[in-house]
């Protein structure tokens, strides 16, 4: 693993506990790439804080951990990120309103909360649109993905790549899900799921007949082990690196939704840049973006495995199955597609046709 660990355990004893959690909890994970090019012109000093909502084993953590190597590097320690993991400095919400304010400089928000600020991001929302990894990684790398980041303009934020939080997988403490009606319960309560802040996924989920509770990311643990709500709907790896197989004992691979990440900067601190500095930032987000990609493939599956592992009982739904829940949320597409853009839509899934070949 790389080199610098910058985060708020600045005392060397919580420091080593963060890399023993790191190296306990995480796969044999591809080394970063190694840094290249030249070092950047001397247009002054800045320290850069960045908030991040994961923990410190977390493909976030390590790939923002790697953009600030790169600009660490190539500055000669001139820009110094510093990493605030765990949602120490708010949730995705209050982090991006503080974007905007100049109060924070950098946040890794998902897509779907930012749909306040550009609409046309609520087409990552929709259930089961993009199948496969490779087809998601086609539209965040394509024209359609740009000008959505490039919509982001006058709103006090600067959207500089995407990446992958990734595919949102059931869990509860509840019952075993493999269809529609367990999650609606027919004879028991439909399941009490946290949410984003996001109509569309509130829609999903009302159509699958729960009961969808939109809540901070940071108060989730305590509000499932409280049994506030039953269960909530994130990445393998986001479940595993959250811990929440301590208060999970079930979980359904649904895939219902791929949820990119989003590398934001404040406007105000960009516009302080140096257009050098401008320059390298963008190409250190995207190689971190590509890296973090990779770590988040890679991570997937060994997630899953180390859940179960953990005692998680896993259902994995086969192709009947999954159909079945694509069949249940088609409302959500006669709902939304006509808000978020028809056209728009269209552009997404002709290039997912043109990467899975269907």
Known sequence: MTAIWRSTLTLAGAATLSLGIAQAQTPDLSD????????????????IRMGIGLAETSPQYLSSQYFADILDQRTEGRITVNIFPNSQLGDDVQ????????????SYPSSSPATTY???????????LLPTREAAVAVMNSDVAQS????FDGTGIKALTFS?????????????VASPEDVAGLDVRGLTVRTMENPVHLSIWETLGANPTPMAFGELF?????????GQENPWSTILTSNFHEVQDYGSETRHVYTPFILMMSERTWDRLHPDYQEL??????????????????????SREQLEERGM?????????????????????????????????????????????N
């Not at 550009?118 to 089961?128: I, T």
């Not at 992958?164 to 075993?176: D, F, I, T």
Request: aromatic share 6%; no cysteine; net charge negative.
């Open 164 to 176: 992958e939080n990734g595919y949102r997988q059931l869990s509860n403490s509840a019952r075993p």
């Open 281 to 302: 930032v963008q190409e250190a987000a995207r190689k971190s973006a590509e890296y973090e990609i990779q770590l988040a493939t890679e991570y997937d599956d060994w």
């Open 222 to 230: 305590s509000a499932m082990e409280q049994g506030v709500v039953d």
């Open 148 to 151: 959505m980041l490039d919509a």
């Open 32 to 47: 970063p790439p190694a840094i290249e090019g030249d070092v950047v012109a001397d247009h002054g000093s800045h320290t």
């Open 118 to 128: 550009v609409e046309e991001l609520a087409a990552f929302d929709l259930p089961f």
């Open 95 to 106: 982090m991006m309103e503080m974007l905007q304010t100049g109060t924070l400089d950098m």
């Open 313 to 357: 009982q896993i259902t994995r739904l086969d192709d009947d199955q999954i159909a079945a829940f694509q069949e249940a949320v088609r409302p959500v597409y006669d709902e939304w597609a006509p808000r978020i853009g028809e056209d728009l839509i269209a552009e997404i899934q002709a290039i997912v046709s043109e990467t899975t070949g």
